[in-house]
């Protein structure tokens, strides 16, 4: 049985590094980008990179190994619950859509990290090398990560231990020769030296400038390269390359500071291809984004406009002192346990609220704490005094406490009355109801009222066609067409443009038929110029046709008025 498991984990690690030499990284002609770019490689298919070094502190917590004493071994089975506890939180902080597979998973890593620190097969892994493995590879912060690495080897005042920084380096450099990169960034007893060249004491931020300085540590160099891989995976350029001529590029974009707009995109640029009178010899400068010529322009402008120093500061200052470790046990596991809870459902300023806070509080704890000593007779009524200050701040927490529980559940409130439909408000107001009613009644007349007069519209053109339809069949003879038509007057109504034109003795009938259709008043035109051309030489036949077209209009008018005033 034992057989069958080793020959399958064999099989797994072979197919992991089958897989690395699928990419063919090893075409990478710089070591630091081939390192960075294999264990980023690890880092995805083990989905390592969606933990942070905060979710690895919390994992550690549960299985005990933040008690542990940092040389203690366990089994490799003790290492997967570890590693099932960090991919099981894991899943639950992932959203339904975006579930991992934690059993393979789980599998990945722990092949990877028993070919890094277990190739012999004994079954078993010391507490810091689970550490500091697991807090190289996770994702986050580089610089969480660091405070972190840092803790662990450095002394209660915050100094630097030589001997652990010895050790953390012999461990973690054994990550790159597990990907075949030994060569390169193997251990060596030069190592540490190389490091911190002066003997001194080294403290927290001058740890994190050697490593996160430009350039890092020469033996951690593709530390901070993976974070910087990690970062512009996503990044597009829309630039061509100089070289394979494609029309933009993702990841890192590589400017030769000698020839003229040469570029590279990093496929390129990391296989040592070169064009033209370029040369691999030539400097590089690496680019993380792209910005238009308008605004380096203006970024150029600022610069020079700036009176201030344009060197920004990488990483914050954190103070030398290491905080004090605070005993936590009068703190409710219930109140524990809804906070978070209730942190996980507030939102990211709320989060932010209340974890600065917690961080006051504890650091007041922490301020007005005393370590353990033993005291002399003199000094008893001192102590009295402190611990009964250190009553009353336990006595105010817990009130506070209780004032945050109700600030908690009046919020809650506040937020299930405002998800609340909107009708059940409206519900609560009769004059908005009344109102609402009221518009709507009125916007239904306003809708018989328009369909009304579209339907005295359509009329109005029917009778309008008939009438020129009329006027057009009819012969020149004006007293059999006066009849009908005059008949006919009554029932046809007349545009509002035309009532004017009625009041004006000398006008043609042209003009009282203004605001009508363009055949209507061609029809008229014709009738009228075919009598013109025929020399209608009777007063008689002129007054007819007069009086003919203004009983026309003034029927038009008065029916148009008519439908107005319904």
């Given amino acids: 049985m034992i057989e069958d498991h080793s020959s399958r984990t064999m099989a797994d690690r072979r197919q992991l590094f089958a897989e690395m030499r699928a990419l063919e990284l090893d075409s990478i002609r710089l070591s630091t980008y081939r390192t960075a770019c294999k264990l980023r490689f690890v880092q995805k298919k083990c989905n390592l990179y969606l933990v942070d070094i905060w979710n690895l502190i919390e994992a550690f917590r549960e299985n005990g190994l933040n008690t542990m004493d940092l040389n203690t071994e366990f089994s490799v089975a003790r290492l997967e619950a570890i590693l099932s506890t960090i991919f099981y939180q894991l899943n639950k902080r992932m959203p339904t859509t975006h579930q991992i597979n934690v059993e393979q998973s789980i599998l990945v890593l722990l092949n990877f990290l028993l070919a890094a620190y277990d190739p012999e097969g004994q079954g078993k892994i010391s507490a810091f090398v689970v550490k500091m493995a697991l807090g190289t590879l996770c994702g986050g912060k580089i610089s969480d990560k660091l405070r972190y690495i840092f803790s662990q080897i450095a002394d209660p005042k915050g100094i630097m231990i030589y001997s652990q ?9 054994k990550l790159p020769v597990t990907v075949f ?36 540590a020469q033996c951690l160099v593709w530390l901070p390269l993976m974070h910087r891989l990690a970062n512009v995976e996503n990044v597009f350029h829309p630039v061509e390359c100089s070289y394979c001529h494609s029309q933009s590029m993702m990841g890192f974009r590589y400017r030769c500071q000698q020839c003229h707009n040469y570029q590279l995109c990093q496929e390129c640029f990391w296989k040592g291809h070169a064009s033209g009178s ?16 308008a605004k380096k322009l203006s970024n ?20 030398d002192a290491p905080e004090k470790p605070l005993n936590l046990a009068h703190i409710y596991f219930f109140f524990l346990s809804f906070l978070i809870g209730s942190l996980l459902e507030s939102s990211d300023s709320n989060q932010d609220d209340e974890h600065c806070l917690i961080a006051r509080y504890a650091s007041r704890l922490a301020a007005d704490g005393t370590s353990v000593q033993p005291r002399a007779p003199g000094d008893i009524s001192v102590s009295l005094d402190t611990n009964k200050q250190q009553r009353q701040l336990i006595a105010e927490l817990e009130s506070k406490n209780k004032e945050i529980l109700q600030e908690i559940q009046r919020l809650k409130q506040q937020h299930d009355e405002a998800s609340q439909p909107p009708a059940d408000k409206g519900q609560q107001n009769p004059t908005l109801l009344a109102e609402l009613r009221q518009l709507r009644q009125r916007k239904e007349e306003l809708e ?29 003879a004006p007293s059999p067409r006066s009849s009908p038509s ?41 009738k009228a110029g075919s009598e013109s051309d025929s020399n209608v030489d009777t007063e008689a036949e002129r007054s ?9 209009a003034e029927s038009l008018s008065a029916q148009l008025n008519h439908s107005k005033a319904r």
């Avoid at 920084?165 to 450099?173: A, C």
């Avoid at 400097?283 to 910005?291: D, I, L």
């Avoid at 509002?496 to 035109?525: H, K, R, Y």
Wanted: net charge negative; with cysteine.
């Fill in 300 to 319: 150029a402008l600022s610069k020079s406009l700036s009176c201030a120093s344009n060197r920004e500061t990488l990483r914050p200052i954190y103070p």
């Fill in 544 to 552: 007819q046709f007069d009086d003919f077209t203004s009983a026309a």
């Fill in 165 to 173: 920084f010895d050790q953390f380096l012999k461990e973690v450099l």
């Fill in 486 to 526: 005059h008949t006919l007057s009554s029932s046809i109504p007349m545009p509002v443009q035309s009532t004017s034109g009625n009041t004006t003795p000398s006008q043609t009938p042209q003009d009282s038929l203004m605001g009508l259709g363009g055949d209507v008043q061609q029809a008229f035109a014709q």
């Fill in 278 to 293: 370029h040369s691999n010899q030539h400097q590089m400068k690496e680019y993380t984004s792209w910005k238009s010529p």
């Fill in 181 to 216: 990169e030994g060569p390169s960034f193997g251990y060596t007893e030069q190592t540490t030296r190389t490091c911190f060249p002066q003997q001194k004491q080294i403290s927290l931020n001058m740890f994190l400038d050697a490593f996160m300085s430009d350039p890092p």
């Fill in 448 to 476: 018989q009222r328009m369909s009304a007069l579209q339907e005295s519209r359509r009329e109005l053109m029917v009778q309008l066609e008939q009438l020129m339809l009329l006027l057009k069949t009819q012969g020149p």
